[in-house]
């Protein structure tokens, strides 16, 4: 992708961080119309709203080619100084280059990179990761 280009939320790690802890996501979620980009993205309301709960509880969203086969990508939530959520930061590879079983350590290395920026924003509440 390039900068700019726009991807639906449901079918990106990106999109699915901003739909879990955005304050706006029931009005998002029902105002979205399911597409499949690929056969792997979730075209059905429960499907998503199941994934978004996974997403809510580890704290980051990952698109297992779901919106480009052959693409793997891996996003967490960044703070601001009111607890809001400001922005998502996130990374894409190729699928052999970002194997499912790196996921774990891509995550970490993920979610450190926003509490980062987190606490350059002026949240305070972040648990940085591997503390």
Known sequence: SRSGTLADLH????????????????FFLRALRLEARTP????????????????ARQGYA???EEYHLGVRCLAAPVW??????????????SVNTFPKRL????????MSAAAD????????????VNE
């Open 62 to 64: 990952v698109d297992n």
């Open 40 to 55: 792997a993205t979730f075209v059905a309301h429960d499907t998503l709203m199941a994934e978004l709960e996974r997403v």
């Open 11 to 26: 079918a990106s790690a990106t999109g699915k961080v901003l739909l879990t802890f955005g304050s706006h996501t029931p």
């Open 80 to 93: 601001d100084g009111s607890g809001a959520m400001a922005a998502a930061i996130g990374i894409t590879a």
């Open 117 to 128: 920026l987190s606490l350059r924003l002026g949240f305070r509440a972040v648990k940085r």
């Open 103 to 110: 996921v774990p350590e891509v995550a970490g290395h993920v």
